[in-house]
């Protein structure tokens, strides 16, 4: 596995993706990159102890993964768990936001364009529904147990 702390290649021509865990009271996804989606989805089954799918994974060619990924992040802000790269909104929310990023940083969609897509994406929700309190709980659950197991 790779070090946690070892510095990812931001300047390859690298992929954003979605992986949703295949435990079925877990209805988040997971927005992140990586050089190799596949190798980062054995990461993630080994350090999370559940199997996961890669829904969506859209390559970033002559630009950094890194920039798509994080403006996705932003766009995706209000449906985002704290102190995480999981999310509540759909994969399908999730994939609009990817392409919308990525054609952004690849100056091919103007910047009102992309702040319009954040500001839908982040319009007020009237409550969190009860089904993905279980998958918060379960997420602080596992934050505060690699917390306590690296201490």
Known sequence: M???YQ???YETNGFVYIMQSRDEGVKTIKV???????RRKLELE????????????HQ?????HYNVEQLTHRTLNRSRLP??????CSPEEAKSAILISYGYEKGIIPYESWEQNRAFHNKPIKR?????LLDWFIIA???VGAVIAFS
């Not at 992140?32 to 596949?38: A, D, I, L, Q, T």
């Not at 080994?46 to 994974?57: S, V």
């Open 2 to 4: 790779r070090n946690q």
């Open 46 to 57: 080994q350090q999370w102890g559940t199997k996961f799918d890669i829904l969506f994974k």
């Open 60 to 64: 970033c060619d002559g630009i950094r």
């Open 128 to 132: 969190v529904k009860d089904s993905n």
């Open 83 to 88: 102190l995480s790269e999981f999310f509540t």
């Open 141 to 143: 659950a596992v934050v």
């Open 32 to 38: 992140g990159m990586s050089n190799n989606p596949e």
């Open 7 to 9: 510095k990812h290649n």
